[in-house]
């Protein structure tokens, strides 16, 4: 039966019955960062691409470079050690976590209207409540995205980060709504934000929940996704594999979406 399964799945990645999107933003030298301010920690860098050889004197048959970022830049994996409250697991590291969590079912609660209205939006649990009334409910072992179309913003790091003098303004979760997913089973957490969490999110309690508590429960997040707008509600299957990296705290990510086409 399994292989009957992979089997369909490969005749319908053929024939294009399912397509394959592209959930991840261009990576390099202008990609937006979020930028910390000073009095709570150091920023990480912009991606700098230096060059090896490029078909001369340094590699007459090759080109190839060699690369300076941050593990949470651009479309990018949050592993539980990323924040203090998930430290302490010993599978919490990129290396470590188990390869069958970077493929799962997805659910795609779009509140892009909400987002553009204000962009300080925050989804709360009843707003998943009602998602769930209309599209069934959030099952176990699956992801949860907020897509928001704040991805149309990534061009440029000044409307993508969206500072002001009082902060970062940028939608996400409230603290309840992490909760919430959290007592449904998920696995995951993902925004096309540059964090996981909203930009008013370090004056929450907790301070930036999505972080503190799906990292305290073993949890991952997405960050920086983009297109979630073609993606159904339910029905698609995320693929979103960190690197390797030996005791990571995250990684960039090519996120990919198995998407069944209408008709």
Known sequence: MATDHLAGLAASLLDGSI?????TAPLGPETPVIQLPPQIGKNT???KVHPISRYDENGPFWAWNWLELGEHTGTHFDAPV??????DHA???TD????KSFVAPVNVID?????AADPDYLLTVDSIKAWETGHGAIEAGSWVLLRT????????AETYLNADENGPHSPGPTAEAIEYLLSKGILGWGSETVGTDAGSAGGMTPPFPAHTLLHKANRYGLASLCHLDQLPPKGAILIAAPLKFVGGTGSPVRALALV????
């Open 82 to 87: 990323h924040w203090i409250t998930g430290r």
């Open 19 to 23: 397509r394959v999107v592209d959930l």
């Open 45 to 47: 860098p912009a991606v």
């Open 260 to 263: 069944p086409q209408a008709g």
């Open 91 to 93: 599978d919490g590291t």
């Open 149 to 156: 179309d704040w991805y149309k913003r990534n061009g440029s």
């Open 111 to 115: 509140r892009s209207q909400e987002a």
């Open 96 to 99: 470590r976590i188990p390869p």
